[in-house]
């Protein structure tokens, strides 16, 4: 049936989704949240030997 109308296949590359570009900016900024979470506690466990 291609063969009839002069049509050609294009063969296009098999389906791959864009990565998720906010992915990696929340792991950093989670990452953030708990090293600033763990020097506020240590600065407070300092805090209170005093």
Not at 15 to 38: E, H
């Amino acid at each position: 049936m291609l063969a009839t109308r002069e049509a050609a296949l294009k063969h296009r590359p098999p389906y791959r989704p864009d990565p998720d570009p906010i992915g990696p900016v929340l792991a950093r900024r989670k990452a953030l949240r708990r090293t600033v979470g763990q020097l506020m506690d240590r600065f407070q466990a300092f805090r209170l030997c005093f």
